[in-house]
């Protein structure tokens, strides 16, 4: 860290210089191809993220990097978490600072993030799973999907014939932009989070704001953000709203009327939104975490990330072996399996609610949901 220093500003702060400076990292630096990175995103999130701020990083009289983030009381976390799905110092290779500098360096309680992109030995490692298209564009990358998983794309096929002669023809459209749609997957999403008894994101305000913002911008290099549509008939059946740059196309926010589940609305959309945008030159359609299964079926490529929190020795690290020992003797010994799920919702919870009370508000219904998933196990064996 010798001769690492730091200044902490607004986004509206930068001038173009640094602007200028943090597109030429991004055409030199390939790890840093996603939409999360570009300069318009920080830009309209700094506007809204309560507490929003960028870090720029020099060392002797030279800037080396830019770091955006938002503070929640004590703790940092990256720009628009908790709905950011990469984030890291932008910064070329070789010369970013690493995680544990950049939390010593931006001091705070806590420095929390779940998709660091970056070299570093904190925490642990998780994968993103891609679409990546080769010269024969989609219709290649579907005759191979179809080849090696057919049970699961001709089961796709029968749902959308089922779908169109229960429903009517069905019509896609991308590149969609009306607010009222945008509210009907909000809404959609926080049905769903009521549902599966997940922190609502949306709750707290700015995540909607923010939403609404990046959907009317228009940015360099292709930056934008859109939402694709699937009617049968003239029912709406499933959004997805979407980020893109360059020939990057990350899926963010998918969401389908639940009562049409058997027919795989959102699925179906995912298909035939890759096809319409392959075609204005779109290559890598990313599909954030792996983990829901019919991304083992999509996705041909791979991204290693880290999930870490770099904790101020203390209390803080008191306070977290604690919690783990209560969830231990509420879970009889379960405390460490369901570290990670906890602490994925507490720093949700934490990034969205602005306020003590709401965040409290937060931490105890997530407490109440994670120990309803230790008992769960026991109920079904008693």
């Known amino acids: 860290m010798a001769g690492l220093k730091v200044e902490i500003v607004r986004a509206d702060a930068l001038d173009e210089g640094a602007w200028a400076e ?8 390939p790890a840093l191809n996603s939409p999360y990175f570009r300069p318009t995103f920080t830009q309209i999130a700094g506007a809204i993220s309560p507490e929003a701020a960028v870090a720029v990083f020099t060392r002797d009289g030279r800037t080396v990097g830019f770091f955006p983030h938002q503070r ?43 998709a660091w992109v970056g070299d570093t030995p904190a925490g642990e490692p998780r994968r993103t799973v891609q679409v990546e298209l080769g010269a024969d564009g989609y219709d290649g990358w579907y005759a191979e999907r179809r080849q090696t998983f057919g049970k699961f794309f001709k ?16 019509r896609v459209e991308r590149g969609l932009h009306d607010p009222r749609l945008l509210d ?5 999403k926080r049905d769903q989070y009521k ?7 949306f709750g707290c305000g700015w995540t909607v704001e923010l939403l609404h913002e990046l959907l009317k911008s228009e940015g360099p290099g292709g930056f934008g953000a859109s939402m694709a549509g699937l009617w049968a008939g003239d029912r709406l059946t499933a959004l997805e709203y979407s980020l893109h740059a360059g020939d990057q196309y990350h899926f963010w926010f998918p969401g389908y009327e639940p009562s049409l589940a058997r027919c795989s609305p959102g699925i179906l959309l995912s298909m035939d939104t890759m096809r319409l945008a392959a075609e204005l030159g779109y290559r890598t359609f990313d599909f954030g975490f792996e983990g829901e ?27 977290s072996q604690a919690a783990v020992k209560a969830l231990d003797l509420a879970g009889e010994g379960r405390g460490e399996r369901l570290r990670a799920s906890v602490r994925r919702r507490w720093a949700a919870i934490e990034a969205c609610e602005v306020t003590h009370a709401d965040r409290l508000k937060g931490a105890v219904q997530a407490a109440g949901a994670a120990l309803a998933k230790v008992r769960a196990p026991q109920r079904a064996s008693a």
């Open 184 to 188: 009907w997957l909000i809404g959609l």
């Open 22 to 29: 943090w597109r030429a990292i991004l055409a030199d630096t």
């Open 293 to 319: 299964h019919y991304k083992k079926y999509f996705c041909n490529g791979a991204h290693t990330v880290r999930e870490a929190m770099i904790v101020k020795p203390g209390i803080g690290q008191a306070f």
């Open 195 to 201: 549902r599966t008894a997940r922190h609502d994101i």
């Open 155 to 170: 089961d796709k096929e029968r749902a959308r014939r089922s779908m169109e002669a229960e429903l009517g023809p069905l």
């Open 72 to 114: 929640r009381g004590g703790a940092i976390q990256p720009l628009a978490a908790p709905m950011n799905d990469y984030h890291g110092v932008i910064a070329r290779d070789g010369e970013a600072p690493t995680l544990e500098e950049v939390a010593t360096l931006l001091g705070g309680s806590r420095l929390n993030v779940t």
